[in-house]
């Protein structure tokens, strides 16, 4: 059967200081009053039946996510600490193969803003009929790039296979010149990597078992205790172990290159949006004139052009005077100033902030 697991975790440390340790970006209404997590989960309901749809993230927040989605908490799956998504996936292909044999599932992420949101489930029934039909298919899906961006990884696109691209190679995020070049190339070449997957459970642990054994031995032994009491006990003792990898560098870059299973990516035609930084975020707040984009209940900008006004705080006033390509996010405790071009050193800032300022974190 088929199943869709939502990835909920990570703390979104280019989303400083809104997302936090305590307040993940996932959790946070970001998009019309409401959770990027709820825009994914209503955007997914359709495409399989209530008890099908999983969402994987931390202990931490479960209560919390059950009562926002209404999930039942057997369809929580949990992790006692961030191990990345090979750790993550695995996890969750382990935990349906236990329960269903012939489990198809689909893996998307819970910050991306997707539309027309029909397209978008159209391409993931696509996604499961390759892995249906296939012998031994690992699907992904590729955005068209808009820029030549240095946010995201790409990937390098072959032969055809029907509606779909042989993957020939998974590029992390390049340097300028590279993406560049990638762009230039045009998305009959190069593809954005949108973090999305389509496979089969038995696929997908057939690959981490002989690309990552220890993950593979980890998540089955995990797995196989899922349903019984003795859950807690296992995953609090081993999963905090398990390497901590991308699911692109332990079975994406290894199976298309070795050819133990099949790479195919689908493209996505239509509007995505990963809001992994405020660059993201501005484009999807309010614009004036000048190309100012506002998020907060009050401001007042004068003489400015591109910038950035973003705060959590109903009652607070944010008023900037003549200035451009700027971005001012406010909080109660911590208010970030900076250049648009440098949004991405929010990762690096938090890291100095570990030592000096870590109550803000």
Not at 254 to 260: C, D
Request: proline share 5%.
């Amino acid at each position: 059967m088929r199943y869709v697991v939502i990835l909920a975790g990570g703390s979104g440390t280019r989303l400083w200081p809104w997302s936090r340790t305590r307040r993940p970006k996932q959790l946070l209404p970001l998009l019309h009053g409401r959770s990027l997590l709820e825009h994914a989960f209503e955007r997914l309901k359709p495409l399989v039946a209530p008890e099908r749809l999983f969402v994987c993230g931390s202990l931490i927040f479960k209560e919390e996510i059950c009562r926002l989605l209404n999930l039942p908490e057997q369809q929580f799956i949990g992790e006692p600490v961030g191990r990345d998504t090979a750790a993550a996936i695995g996890y969750c292909g382990a935990v349906l193969r236990q329960r269903d044999a012939n489990a198809v599932f689909a893996v998307c992420t819970a910050d991306h803003v997707i539309e027309p949101a029909e397209r978008f489930r159209d391409s993931l029934r696509s996604g499961f009929g390759l892995a249906e039909s296939r012998a031994h298919a690992l699907v992904t899906f590729g955005v068209t790039p808009d820029a030549a961006s240095t946010a995201y990884g790409y990937l390098e696109l072959g032969a055809e296979e029907g509606s779909a691209r042989v993957v020939s190679r998974f590029c992390e995020k390049p340097d300028k010149k590279t993406a560049e070049a990638f762009f230039a190339a045009g998305p009959e070449r190069y593809l954005w990597n949108s973090g999305m997957f389509v496979w089969k459970a038995a696929t997908l642990l057939d690959c981490l078992s002989a690309y990552r054994p220890a993950i593979y031995e980890a998540v089955t032994a995990m797995a196989a205790l899922y349903d019984t009491p003795r859950r807690d006990e296992i995953v609090a003792s081993t999963y905090p172990k398990i390497e901590k990898i991308s699911i692109d560098y332990a079975v994406m870059e290894p199976a298309s290159r070795a050819g133990r299973a099949e790479v195919l990516a689908v493209p996505l035609s239509l509007n995505w949006l990963d809001i992994g930084s405020w660059n993201a975020f501005a484009a999807v707040c309010q614009h004036d004139d000048r190309n100012n984009a506002t998020s907060a209940a009050r401001s007042a900008l004068l003489n400015c052009r591109d910038v950035l006004v973003a705060s959590d705080d109903p009652s607070h006033l944010v008023a900037v005077i003549g200035c451009s390509d700027l971005m001012v996010v406010h909080t109660a405790d911590a208010t970030l100033v900076c250049r648009a071009g440098e949004a991405e050193a929010v990762k690096k800032l938090q890291e100095s902030l570990q030592q000096s300022y870590p109550d803000t974190l």
